[in-house]
């Protein structure tokens, strides 16, 4: 799968978010604090390969995919679309960079206008970048419902998103998506607002979708098991930073960092036979603007020393294609 | 038996349109000390059941029938203010879905619990306060804690806090609906091993109601599968995963992927659930089922019982052993 050309290299990316200083820290003139959201993250994400990121809330997963769409403009790093660097673009070639990178919402049930139509709401990309007539238009329209399979279109095409279910309006979030015929779809905890059974729904449509289109996704998820079936790269991310990135069978199966390892011991599986046994971790994630030193993980890690809380551990290859951010692991 | 819930029917009346048979005819059981997981779609009606059973119900909502007894006592026709003094929250208590956004933001967490026990029981404050510290130890929050403020807990202690105030009168019944969205996995994890514990030490009863089989499989003795208002099979919970009988429980099973197993394929089941305004006729599934024949959509299966303790409404179950969802 990473034989192909990169579509998407991120470099270093940071962003940081201002925290509001109130009237004593100034008076105090106390230094100016910051959010690390994302702290540093590299990864590259290769033609037609759905990449993941995973982690737990606030680990800063959404903010590297809006980064990355200049959604939110990064503090630092590179993007490069294609060999490009994204955050140089200026308005016009930034536009231009929207139609060929698009995003899927989580919520879709807040995601789409409530008094938009169906017809309104996947047609408002091709009128905002000025593509074809009215006829045209309709006609691209109707052909996207279908590949998003909302048969038939003519049916869906004036109905309201409260005439349809969870599943049907991710369905449209997704022809919006791909309405201009984007290469490269964020999709951002796509199916974790939809009832399980309409999770392998949305998620087969997504791999048929990425053959049918030659689409490259970045899916950011918190669910391992989502991930597990749809990616084929992963990288788990905590407070910033990516601990640990490789073929998702690799990090999934034979986890090296103890945050994964935590993580996957964590999650339920549907065979009552099997339990979740002790969560080999302490206490609760640090704040994102005390991040604390040397390795983020050390006052959670079971495995802590010395060199964990003064030295911040580098991504280095353990195997092939899979990388690990750990002091055990050099 | 603790609890006996026979052919329960609470259907919500919209003004002009009918009745919305939220909960059809629904019956099982549940015994001291035991789980019984409850999943299904969003819609099919498991939440609606859960305030059925407390007889929390909005308006619209009303009870056609049916029996619920609490140790062979109705508590059904039971008058509601006697309910509400005896029953509710002192035998039967629920942690709601989002409960942990429940809390109110302005007075202090232990306050909070102490106010619930003290409503209900004639206790000082004093003794209310030594409660709620045995309470919050319980649910693994730290004893200093009690004079903090919602705002400065996390998500997972909130949660701890409900789970801690709807203990506080003692039930001998949990309804834990959905207790751990919007949770993180490993706080979701925690919450479910705290659940589970004290559900051992106190020989509490839990009903757990979720859509997550996964979730529900981790915690549950029995499991009970709902659909568009109805149990459609209700048995032992490694019975019921090993050997599904209900065409939906198999389709339900073939859509969950696991962590643990090799990648396949994840199938769904086609179409939607059913407008329970006018629910279909017959099995309310046979619109969504790949092995429907003509007698699926004239006659409703019984809830027939298939093996010890195994129950499934569905005309077919003999022939379909074995056979997978599509």
Known sequence: ?330 | MLLEVKDLKMYYEILGKGEVHAVDNVSFSLDKGETLGIVGESGCGKSSLAITILRLLPINGKIYGGEMLLNGEDILNMDLERFRREIRWKRISIVFQGAMNALNPVIKVGDQIAEAIMIHEKISKKEAMKRVIELLEMVGIDVSRATSYPFEFSGGMRQRAMIAMALALNPEILIADEPTTALDVIVQAQILKLIKDIQRKLKLSVILISHDISMVSELSDRIAVMYAGQIVELGNIVDVYVNPLHPYTKALLSSVPSIKEKRRKLKSIPGAPPNLLNPPSGCRFHLRCPFKIDLCAEKEPGFIRASKGHFVKCHRFEELRGVDFR
């Open chain 1, 1 to 330: 799968m990473t034989s192909g050309k990169p579509v998407i290299e991120v470099v270093n990316l940071k962003k940081y978010f201002p925290v509001r200083a109130g009237l004593i820290d100034l008076i105090m003139r106390r230094p100016r604090l910051y959010i690390k959201a994302v702290d540093g993250v590299t990864f590259s994400i290769y033609e037609k390969e759905i990449f993941c990121l995973a982690g737990e809330s606030g680990c800063g997963k959404t903010t590297t995919g809006r980064a990355i769409l200049r959604l939110v403009e990064p503090t630092a790093g590179k993007v490069l679309f294609k060999g490009e660097n994204v955050l140089e673009y200026d308005n016009v070639r930034l536009k231009e960079f929207r139609k060929k990178a698009q995003i899927i919402f989580q919520d879709p049930y807040e995601s789409l206008h409530p008094r938009m139509s169906v017809y309104d709401i996947v047609e408002e990309p091709l009128r905002i970048h000025k593509i074809g007539d009215k006829k045209e238009r309709l006609e691209l329209v109707t052909k996207i419902l279908e590949d998003v399979e909302l048969k038939p279109p003519e049916e869906f095409l004036y109905r309201r998103p409260h005439e349809l279910s969870g599943g049907q309006r991710q369905r449209v979030a997704i022809a919006r998506a791909l309405i201009l015929n984007p290469e490269f779809i964020v999709a951002d905890e796509p199916v974790s607002m939809l009832d399980m059974s309409i999770r392998a729904e949305i998620l087969n449509l997504m791999l048929k979708l990425r053959d049918e289109h030659k689409l490259t996704y970045l899916f950011i998820t918190h669910d391992l098991a989502v991930a597990k079936y749809i990616c084929d790269r992963i990288g788990i991310m905590y407070l910033g930073k990516i601990f640990e990135l490789g073929s998702v069978e690799e990090v999934i199966d034979n986890p090296y960092h103890p945050y994964t390892k935590a993580l996957i011991s964590a999650i339920p599986t549907p065979d009552p036979r099997v339990k979740i046994g002790e969560i080999p971790i302490k206490g609760e994630v640090s704040s994102p603007i005390n991040v604390p030193s040397g390795c983020s993980f050390h006052p959670r890690c079971i495995y802590s020393m010395k060199i964990c809380k003064e030295v911040e551990p580098k991504l280095i290859e353990v195997s092939k294609g899979h990388y690990v951010a750990c002091h055990l692991h050099r």
